[in-house]
């Protein structure tokens, strides 16, 4: 009952946390409503850099028929920036909620490192997303550390056992395809630009491992108290020279842009080396569907979910 929970889907940094003064942004939100100076503030707990370094875009990709790991250098690249961003949004926070502990938490690594028959993706990708997971928790907690914050370091194995492929789990705790994960209508339900939102994220199940994994950290921490001093960041980073791998050297927005490019152009290349030979299968499951749907209104009027 006394928490302030901000947290957006698809969030970037710039839109968690900003120089003080700048509106708008998650941290600006919790500032309305609270003083910086309350005691009654426990903790804050907060969790970024994943979207700045294109998670998303890097999750698409591999979704695709293609080898994403074309990609890998790119995206690795990108981490020195994203390690940048952090550092700037970290210092920000200390500013704006000065002697506040903060928390920061990693990502799980939602993927085990091979590959088993159920998965869409191939053992390059298995090995790639899992690293790149793990790099990319590196990544945060060295930030982190550089602004004085603690890191919740139980979370990037909070999933352990409940990995895609890992040979230890019953039940995953995380969607591949999620293709039932949208609310709304059933015509929302049912479009496909909504089926991926949701996947390769954690499900319920997950979830409640990511909560464990946090209770667990926080007994171990029952003296939380201010914001180590700040140590200075680490030069930056030279920008990569293309070595002839797609979208190298290119940052952020660009590199997104850029990946999304080589993904589609790959993936239209797939197609037409044969791969369009499952489109008609795919056309016509989704043509039954839209009539059922459509029955199924006539016979009981339009519903909503």
């Not at 053992?123 to 690293?131: I, K, P, S, V």
């Not at 895609?164 to 015509?187: I, Q, R, Y």
């Not at 797939?270 to 009539?291: D, F, I, N, S, T």
Request: with cysteine; glycine share 8%.
């Amino acid at each position: 009952d006394r928490l302030a929970f901000l947290a957006c889907s698809g969030a970037k940094t710039r839109q968690v946390v900003g120089p003080e003064g700048v509106g708008g942004t998650q941290v600006a939100q919790f500032l309305d409503h609270v003083e910086p100076a309350d005691d009654d503030i426990a903790f804050v707990l907060v969790s970024m850099g994943g979207n700045d370094a294109l998670f998303g875009a890097i999750g698409h990709a591999c979704l695709l028929p293609i080898d994403c790991t074309d990609l890998a250098p790119a995206f690795r690249d990108n981490l020195a920036s994203v390690g940048e961003t952090l550092d700037a949004a970290y210092a920000d926070l200390r500013n704006q909620l000065p002697g506040i502990p903060v928390l920061v938490v990693p990502y799980p690594v939602a993927i085990y490192p091979d590959r088993c028959a159920e998965s869409v993706f191939s053992a390059d990708e298995h090995r790639f997303l899992h690293d790149f997971t793990q790099e990319l928790d590196e990544t945060v907690a060295a930030s982190a550390r550089r602004a004085g914050f603690q890191v919740v370091d139980t979370m990037p194995g909070a999933l352990d056992g409940l990995q895609l492929c890992d040979p230890e789990a019953e039940d995953v705790g995380v969607n591949f395809l999620a293709a039932n994960s949208v609310s709304g209508t059933v015509e929302q339900s049912l479009s496909p630009t909504n089926w991926v939102h949701n996947s390769l994220h954690p499900n319920a199940r997950g979830h409640e491992a990511m909560r464990s994994a946090l209770v667990t950290w926080l007994d171990r921490h029952p003296d939380l108290g201010p914001p180590a001093p700040q140590q200075d960041p680490p030069p930056q980073a030279a920008p990569a020279v293309g070595t002839g791998s797609p979208c190298l050297g290119e940052r952020r927005a660009a590199l997104d842009a850029c990946a999304q490019d080589w993904a589609a152009r790959e993936a239209a290349r797939y197609l037409l080396r044969g791969g369009w030979l499952v489109l008609p299968a795919l056309l016509g499951a989704w043509l039954l569907a839209l009539q059922l749907v459509r029955l199924w209104w006539a016979v009981f009027g339009e519903p909503t979910i």
